[in-house]
């Protein structure tokens, strides 16, 4: 199925969509074409993985868009994801975080993830059910991002050895 | 009982990869892992969820090992096949290198009926014995599209 109905949170993916690949484009490049689409999958994937996981299945904690179903725009929902992956490596790289800083910059993202979060429930793009709210993502997205962060260091360390 | 067979078989594949040789860069082999996964997550999702032609157990334990077996087991064994086909470039041994990969995974899916994780509606193993074969496929290509698109920068550099 493409969509149940064609209004408000179908219309707010396709917005965020573009204007977060304009920002992505935008951005002067920084890394190798590898590194730049691991990112990009790196936030694909994990958001999937969480949200089949959790957000569907045994535990099915939230619904994406209007149906349980998967449609189009549950894809178009999830490539959402990628840049934003993208972002928090790039700024990370940019703003050269390290173990001092570190904290501070997954604690950040992760309250910035909470903030999209509760936006997304605005929309209408999630609805969380089964007795699940919106400070649980804050969990989330700190297990996400710090595990993002360690990687990437994980890669600098292996790239400059 | 399920439950514990699928985490060993997890723990295994995962403490293999880390201790081999590998002849893919962790960067490589993070790819094709995240690749598979993705890929593997819409496929479970379509085919019990959407299409119902398996049905997955509602018994949490067991439901954990279907999950390990979607985000760990499938996607560590495409990873490590293909860094051993690529420690054995004959390929005779690829061959049965990707032969051997496929009949573990099939394997798991016997032990998967047997343990009531899965129960097949309107599926059987050969249907999985080619979703396997086209994992493997897909794996091959885009690790070779994605070694490309580095080697091509290092030259244009």
Redesign the interface.
């Known amino acids: 199925m493409l969509w149940e109905n064609f209004d408000k949170n179908e219309i707010s993916i396709l917005i965020m969509l573009i204007l977060a690949f304009i920002v992505l484009g935008l951005l002067p490049k920084r890394f190798?074409?590898?590194?730049t689409?691991?990112s990009l999958?790196?936030g694909?994937?994990s958001g999937?993985?969480f949200d089949?996981?959790i957000g569907?299945?045994?535990m099915d904690v939230y619904k994406v868009n209007d149906l349980q179903?998967?449609e189009l725009f549950d894809l178009l929902y999830y490539l959402l994801f990628t840049p934003f992956s993208y972002f928090f490596i790039y700024f990370y790289d940019t703003l050269g975080i390290n173990k001092k800083t570190f904290i501070w910059y997954v604690v950040g993202w992760s309250i910035v993830g909470l903030i999209v979060n509760w936006l997304l429930t605005w929309l209408d793009i999630i609805q969380f059910q089964n007795g699940y709210v919106l400070p649980y993502s804050f969990s989330v997205f700190l297990i996400i991002q710090t595990i993002t962060g360690v990687?990437f260091e994980?890669?600098k360390s292996?790239q400059l050895s | 009982m399920g439950f514990s067979i699928f985490f060993f078989i997890a723990f295994l594949i995962t403490s293999l990869f880390i201790v081999m040789k590998k002849k893919l860069s962790i960067v490589d082999s993070t790819f094709i892992y995240l690749l598979i996964l993705v890929i593997t997550i819409n496929v479970s999702w379509i085919v019990i969820e959407e299409l119902k032609l398996i049905k997955v157990t509602k018994e949490a334990m067991n439901y954990t090992a279907f999950i390990l077996t979607r985000s760990v087991i499938t996607p560590m064994i495409l990873v490590v096949q293909l860094n051993l086909i690529h420690k054995y470039k004959m390929k005779s041994r690829s061959f049965w290198i990707t032969v051997a990969s496929i009949a573990i995974l099939l394997l798991l899916r016997v032990l998967s009926i047997q343990f009531d994780i899965l129960t097949y509606q309107n599926w059987n193993l050969g249907f999985d014995a080619i979703y396997f074969l086209i994992l493997h496929l897909v794996a091959f290509y885009s690790h070779q599209f994605f070694q490309k698109l580095s080697y091509r920068e290092v030259n244009e550099l």
């Open positions: 190798p074409r590898n590194i689409l691991l999958l790196w694909l994937s999937m993985l089949f996981t569907g299945g045994l179903r998967y990687y994980l890669i292996r």
